[in-house]
């Protein structure tokens, strides 16, 4: 072709293109009423954010009749956001299905119910489960059938450990994210909600059928879930206690199921980060498996105590070798992910020395509390394990100290929701993954709550759910398969076969990225829209939070 023609097709494809964004802009106009579209408790405060120019009143609808049952008007937001204003319909108490109304535009379909979250909470534990590798799973969703076989069953090879073409067993574990790869780094924070979660809120948590392929059996279906995670992660320590950094394909592999994905995954080498995640890790499932599970418990005690010695002998951070790799990095300074393992054997062991350890890493660099964190910084995940620990002996100051600042960073989490047109607890910031962040939060509002039960910290811990559902810019839910206007396109490898158009179900996506407007519900954003462990841990732990 020469380069006249080639110009041509270009332009063509330009005007294509132009025409297809377009399309794609107006259909993706955000939704005006913007509500929790899962719903409210009865007794919850119930808002909405309505972005209908002059409108002055709403009306709420109750869908199986068509009766109208309240009516209110509009507050409008300021001069800062003339185009917005609220509509507070919290007097609103009867259990229902609901619509909201302000002139022509209609909400979704809601409810005011006192179960209204436990749906989400199974679909968003099973997520967990369909992320399953090294097995086959299958699962229902809105009558769609989501399924595939067995994967990455040769896992894994040594090359870029040992220099030689060697296979190692690591089976299991769940693929990370929209990729299949398996990085014990991201296990770290994720397994840390999950078992919090179940630490935290068992009693309300034991009531959600799971319906997993473990129900039934000796080890409650959460942590059944769990242990699928921590089996693979047991794979990645070397016989000194140093641990595997991930385990994965060299470039991220193309957009095909699980099982069809037969490009070798190496183990990268070792680093302190991962081996500290690691005996984070194991010393929570050494004390919270050990009523189901005794032998599984004390394996991993075993495995804890010997990587956390190993990480006592080499204080050094080390970060993982990846040269040769292209996929996910998640690495990042060891110092946090140090006082997280030394602070989680603690509480399991009780051993002064290790005590010793925890404080010292606090005076030094983590006297304070993040209001927002993720894989990269697991302070929060250390300082909440210590603060809370039922075990004698910690410097009463210290304890004081910690829980004063955990209240004012709540606090400051509190006055930032309620300044913002969403009640997002995140405010106005948004980056890679910032989703998962505002679940995250509800870490830090439960843990203040348990310090000093302030209504508002309930309060903003359902803000949170009701923005990641639906009350936000796009008027959307940011979960598959989940309230109204799921994300149809996230950015994940599987393709359903049978012809299923529906995303596999359950999944928060990473969110708008940098600003709030920044997100596109289409499959090539994996700036936006890529789904990962890390973030659905976080949501799996605020809907726990927020059970009733
Ligand atoms: O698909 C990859 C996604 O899972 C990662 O989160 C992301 C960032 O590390 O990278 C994606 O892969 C892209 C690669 O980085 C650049 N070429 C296009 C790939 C998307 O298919
Ligand atoms: O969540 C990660 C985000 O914080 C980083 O900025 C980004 C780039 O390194 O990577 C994100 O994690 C991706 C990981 O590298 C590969 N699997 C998909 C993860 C989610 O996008
Ligand atoms: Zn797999």
Known sequence: MNRYMQRIRMRALGAVFISLWLVLNLWAEPHAIRLNSLGYYPSAAKVATVAVGDAIEYSIVNVEDGETVFHGNLTPLGAEHPELSVADFTELVTEGNYQLRVGDHASGAFRIASDVYTDAFRTVVRAMYLWRCGTAVEGEHNGEVFQHAACHLEDGYMDYVTGKHEYRYSLGGWHDAGDYNKYVSNAGITVFSMLRAWEEFQEQVETVELNLPEKGGPIPELLAEVKWELDWVLTMQEPDGRVLHKLSTLRFGPFINPEDEKEPRYFTPWGSTSTANFVGMMAMAARIYEPYDARFAERCLVAALK????????????????????????????????????AELWVTTGQASILADVESRIRADAMQFDTDFDWGNLRNLGLIAYVFAERDGRNPELVEALQQDLIAAADRIVQTAQAHPYSRPLGDRYYWGCNGTVARQLHVLQSAMRVQAKAEYEHVSLDAIHHLFGRNVHGRSYVT??????????????????????????????????????????????????IAINWNGALIYALAAVLR
């Open 481 to 530: 398969g989940l309230g109204f206007r799921p994300p149809q396109h996230p950015h994940d490898r599987r393709i359903a076969e049978d012809g299923v158009d529906a995303p596999w179900p359950g999944y928060l996506v990473g969110g708008a990225n940098p600003t709030a407007q920044d997100w596109l519900d289409e499959i090539g954003s994996y700036r936006t829209n890529e």
């Open 307 to 342: 990587s956390y010695d190993y990480l006592v002998q080499h204080p050094d951070y080390v970060p993982a070798n990846m040269e040769g790799f292209h996929t996910g990095p998640y690495e990042s300074p060891d110092a946090d992910d140090r006082l997280w393992a030394a």
